[in-house]
């Protein structure tokens, strides 16, 4: 008799840092679950990885004088090491350059692009570069000199207004299906106050989501539109179908055994793509 699976990821990291306490502490509590299944005898999956795509790596790359993938390339060992240091017995270990990443990106947006949740349009709106995020004028915050700052990271905002055509998600038609999810489910997200914090956030109305850019290459061509690629979290959150066979060959099988996973450990500065955005995307 097969195994009973359980599978765990922690986030993809951003390689614009070295890893740090934060990264260790989310690794080490994923490790410490999965270890204890491991123990009750569970065919277990610890996925982790290098988030290497978008505006913010492509320019902590320039500021290092290097091209982004040799950037990238020189971060892996950094979080290679620490996770050996650590002793954190992860399964698989996902780089979003690598070509088996591209292929599950390029996969999944094909199948949503051909059951028309996806548009194309122009954007307008506030910006925050070290978040990767778009924001309401009404999220942002000012500070001591009135300006407009990111409510996460306390940065400027800047208004992007460049009339650049992006494929859009239909986001907002989620809104319900989410809502009643999280009601059916009230152990989806935890701990309780940021199952709280998301579904407030989500009673306030959903707007529909930019998942690509054509003003720059650093990201996994769309198949369906040729200059455009998946921009950061259309291509990141992927990375968690890659860890377990989402769409290979060589591990043909992996995937329906092993989907759905139990738990996905996240920050609490990143609970609204991981709890809203990556939901929807799954539905």
């Not at 610890?46 to 978008?54: A, I, S």
């Not at 924001?135 to 306390?154: F, M, R, T």
Request: overall charge negative; glycine content about 6%; proline content about 5%.
């Amino acid at each position: 008799m097969p195994k009973e699976t359980y599978s765990v990821t922690t986030p993809i990291y951003y390689v614009n840092a070295a890893p740090h306490l934060g990264t260790a502490y989310t690794t080490i509590a994923a490790d410490t679950v999965t270890r204890y299944q491991r123990a009750n005898g569970k065919d277990v999956a610890l996925v982790t990885g290098m988030d290497e795509h978008g505006q913010k790596v492509a320019d902590t790359a320039a500021d290092h004088g290097m091209e982004p993938q040799a950037w990238c390339d020189s971060m892996e060992p950094a979080f290679r090491d620490a996770w050996e240091a650590l002793d954190i017995q992860y399964t698989d270990f996902v780089r979003t350059t690598e070509p088996r990443h591209a292929l599950t990106v390029q996969q999944f947006w094909q199948k949503l692009y051909d059951k028309g949740y996806l548009y194309k349009g122009a954007y307008e709106g506030w910006y925050c570069v070290h978040e990767e995020t778009y924001y309401a004028e009404s999220d942002l915050e000012k500070n001591e000199d009135g300006h407009l700052v990111c409510p996460d990271c306390k940065r400027p905002v800047q208004l992007m207004a460049s009339g650049e055509e992006n494929w859009f998600f239909k986001l907002s038609e989620f809104q319900q299906p989410l809502l009643d999810f999280y009601a059916a489910h009230p152990d989806f997200i935890m701990p309780e106050t940021r199952r709280n914090e998301i579904v407030s956030f989500v009673s306030r109305g959903l707007k529909d989501l930019s998942i690509s850019r054509s003003t720059f290459d650093w990201g996994v061509p769309l198949p369906f539109d040729e200059g455009h690629v998946a921009y950061v979290w259309a291509d990141a959150l992927l990375a968690y179908l890659t860890g377990i066979g989402y769409g290979s060959e060589e591990r043909a099988g992996e995937f329906e055994v092993r989907w759905p996973m139990q738990y996905h450990f996240v920050g609490k500065d990143i609970i609204r793509f991981h709890c809203v955005i990556w939901p929807a995307m799954l539905m």
